[in-house]
């Protein structure tokens, strides 16, 4: 069994930055691939940023979050990160880490952190 936890979120200006933390409790999380969703006020969940383990840590962003956002993963602390730079109002959402075994199996989902950004 996986739990995953959230934090970081908060309230920021335009243009400001996070960086929001996912701890991930259980076996193997360098065998996981991890990923940062988000869901916006009436919009589906969104995939924002992926980083696998298995494959040396290859990432993949949205695209409307390629150059301001950064995925890593610290896998002597099962902790998977997103710096977030130059945020927008658009940015808003709640914002969930995602794990799934790189061989297969559930899909594993942290509560949430919320991330606002207003002026």
């Known amino acids: 069994q996986v739990h995953l936890v959230e934090s970081g979120g908060g309230t920021v200006q335009p243009g400001g930055s996070l960086r929001l933390s996912c701890v991930f409790s259980g076996l193997f999380f360098d065998r996981h691939i991890m990923s940062w969703y988000r869901q916006a006020p009436g919009k589906e969940r969104e995939l924002v940023a992926v980083?696998?383990?298995?494959?040396?840590?290859?990432?993949d962003y949205a695209a409307d979050v390629k150059g301001r956002f950064t995925i890593s993963r610290d896998n002597a602390k099962n902790t998977v990160y997103l710096q977030m730079f130059s945020l927008k109002s658009e940015d808003t959402a709640v914002y969930y880490c995602?794990?799934?075994?790189?061989?297969?199996?559930?899909?594993?989902w942290g509560q949430g952190t919320q991330v606002t950004v207003s002026a």
């Open positions: 995602n794990a799934v075994n790189y061989f297969g199996g559930p899909n594993y």
């Open positions: 980083i696998r383990s298995p494959d040396n840590g290859i990432t």
